[in-house]
């Protein structure tokens, strides 16, 4: 009785290699992919060059019905359980079981080579895996288990398993054929009659109805009694002890090894203590940057409550944050929301103040960057920000040291923002423009300008009786924003006023004066996120080009640093990446919430 696939296939003399009948001496040899090695092809080579040749099974099965169905009914099946449906892939007959599913039934053809539904085949599949793996690893291989560092690795685990010398895998396979050797008298479970009747016979114990029943029984509504006990109620209470104490061993050794040292780094501490107990403990540490001993919970420290005489704490806010808080006080008389989870729920907004719909937030560089406690997502800032604007606020962003080092420009922005500003009017029509000389930009930028000075190379001012008192710059595409050199294509760089000035129409003055003297087929600006909605663009004619795109900087020594000055060097390794070569320099990645792009063209070329 035929039995098995392997059988089908043996007396099937159709399925032959068609390379073969140009061998002389060599006959017709049954079509596999293992002989096709020879002929350096592969089964889809066969599909291509040969249409029309039969590379599966599927014409045993339809020459040979009657031959099957005797053997289904010799098994106990009978021919009302058979049916005959189509390949989802080539389209073939297919005989099955009556209770199979039309939608995935399919014959031999994937193997040989067809796309699947995603349209893509194993060869296609193969070459993917072979180009990242050699991307990654760069070496010519065809398993990752064949790598150096992944052989490596698999010791260490088994070591950590098994302990001794640990086992590799031809340790592993010698090992398991001397057991069979020794048990049953063969190196292979499958010669013996014991292997063939547990996986092909009836004496598979799943085959059994008394040992499915009993199967069945256990694993019914397993998950909800199983994962509703403990560790001490399954293994009991000794067992559990120690398996949670090794468990916890590991945690500590890897993050003391590998996590912490980066952590205080970048947060300019050092740890002083013989040995770490927990982040429930008080160590003690010291600050690299006043050189004072503190002790405090390592839970708390990454909370924000740094060396205390660097950030003194004062009722829950730090102290530039106290101060933005009461400096916004002082210029609104009307009602200043603090600290509400009530507006956009359930997160939480530092400052609201309802009467004119704005929200701000001062964003501490430790407590909002990658390794502080409030980070889970990259798009944190954003999302927050959009929230608001769902509500109909607008929220402004205000990072530690924006406050802390560039305080008036701040100061002046928020008094723009918020319509409290008392600077005096000039119209921009009674406003010399001309080209100024970089240091008199760079000066100018540097005062008023929250992004400081740039490299540009269009430089214009605007004069009030011989008084610098707006700047507008452009330049070429710079590839630190993601863009590149165009002819004809300016990026508009930076635009600011002096802040005891309201000055309307000025940058529009500029900008004409840019496009009458400067040949121009396109401009294109950033909006940052944190600070503008973009309508100074909406009224200049710009038009928003594209979706807001994230950006991250690197924090050190209590500043931002744009990540562009902080890009991969050519000396260093291909195989790590930009971000952790930084962080192991002690250099935290902080989100910000994107950019707006706008754009201009020019409609007379």
């Avoid at 079509?31 to 020879?38: E, R, V």
């Avoid at 009914?73 to 039309?102: D, F, P, Y």
């Avoid at 109909?392 to 420009?409: A, C, Q």
């Avoid at 900087?553 to 902080?566: A, F, P």
């Amino acid at each position: 009785m035929i039995k098995t696939e392997k059988q089908l296939i043996d007396v099937c003399d159709e399925i032959t290699c068609p390379y073969c009948d140009d061998l002389n001496g060599k006959g017709k040899k049954m079509l596999h992919h293992s002989h096709l090695k020879q002929h350096n092809k592969k089964l889809i080579d066969v599909r291509k060059e040969f249409p029309n040749h039969i590379t599966q099974m599927l014409s045993y099965y339809l020459k040979n019905q009657e031959i099957l169905k005797e053997a289904s009914k010799k098994s106990g099946q009978t021919a009302l359980e058979e049916k005959t449906i189509r390949c989802i892939h080539c389209n073939c007959e297919l005989i099955v079981k009556k209770n199979s599913s039309n939608n995935q039934a399919c014959c031999k053809c994937i193997s040989n080579g067809l796309e699947n539904p995603d349209g893509r085949t194993k060869l296609h599949a193969n070459e993917s895996r072979q180009k990242t793996l050699k991307n990654k690893y760069g070496e010519n291989v065809t398993n990752a288990a064949h790598i150096n560092g992944i052989k490596e690795k698999k010791l260490l685990t088994n070591l950590r398993r098994y302990g001794g010398t640990g086992f590799s895998s031809d340790d592993l396979t010698t090992k398991s054929k001397q057991t069979i050797q020794d048990k049953y008298g063969e190196d292979n479970i499958m010669k013996t009659d014991h292997g063939k009747n547990f996986f092909i016979g009836n004496n598979n114990p799943m085959k059994r109805k008394d040992v499915s029943d009993k199967v069945s029984a256990s694993l019914k509504g397993r998950p909800s009694k199983l994962f509703g006990k403990t560790y001490e109620e399954i293994m009991g209470e000794e067992k559990a002890l120690i398996i949670k104490e090794e468990r916890r061993n590991m945690f500590l050794q890897k993050f003391i090894k590998e996590e912490f040292p980066i952590i205080l780094k970048g947060l300019q501490l050092e740890f002083i203590d013989d040995e770490y107990l927990g982040s429930h403990y008080k160590h003690n540490f010291k600050c690299i940057k006043c050189n004072h001993t503190f002790s405090q919970l390592w839970n708390n420290i990454q909370q924000g409550y740094l060396c205390p005489k660097c950030y003194p704490r004062n009722a829950g806010y730090s102290i530039p944050e106290k101060e933005l808080t009461d400096y916004i006080k002082s210029i609104i008389h009307n009602e200043v929301i603090e600290n509400s989870r009530q507006i956009i729920p359930p997160k939480e907004l530092d400052i609201y103040i309802p009467s004119k719909q704005i929200a701000i937030e001062f964003n501490r560089l430790y407590y909002h960057s990658e390794i502080g406690p409030s980070f889970n997502d990259p798009k944190y800032h954003l999302n927050k920000t959009n929230n608001c604007l769902n509500k109909g606020i607008r929220l402004i962003h205000i990072y530690e040291d924006e406050w802390i080092l560039k305080k008036d420009i701040v100061k002046s922005r928020l008094n723009q923002i918020l319509g409290v500003s008392k600077a005096e009017r000039i119209h921009a029509r009674k406003c010399i423009i001309r080209e100024i000389h970089s240091h008199d930009k760079n000066e100018f930028l540097l005062k008023y300008h929250i992004q400081g000075k740039d490299l540009s190379t269009i430089k214009l001012g605007a004069f009030f009786e011989d008084e610098l008192i707006s700047v507008m710059t452009f330049s070429k595409g710079n590839r630190a924003k993601g863009s590149k050199y165009q002819e004809g294509v300016w990026e508009l760089n930076r635009f600011c006023s002096n802040p005891k000035y309201h000055i309307p129409g000025i940058a529009s003055r500029l900008l004409s004066y840019f496009k009458k003297n400067i040949q121009w087929k396109e401009i294109f600006s950033y909006a940052d996120r944190r600070w503008s909605v973009g309508d100074l663009y909406i009224q200049l004619g710009f038009k928003e080009m594209e979706g807001i795109r994230l950006n991250y900087w690197y924090i050190k020594n209590g500043k931002r640093i744009h990540r562009w000055e902080l890009r991969k060097r050519p000396d260093e390794p291909k195989d790590i990446t930009e971000k952790t070569l930084r962080m192991s320099e002690g250099y935290i990645p902080i989100w910000d919430c994107g950019n707006l792009k706008y754009c201009l063209k020019n409609d007379n070329i």
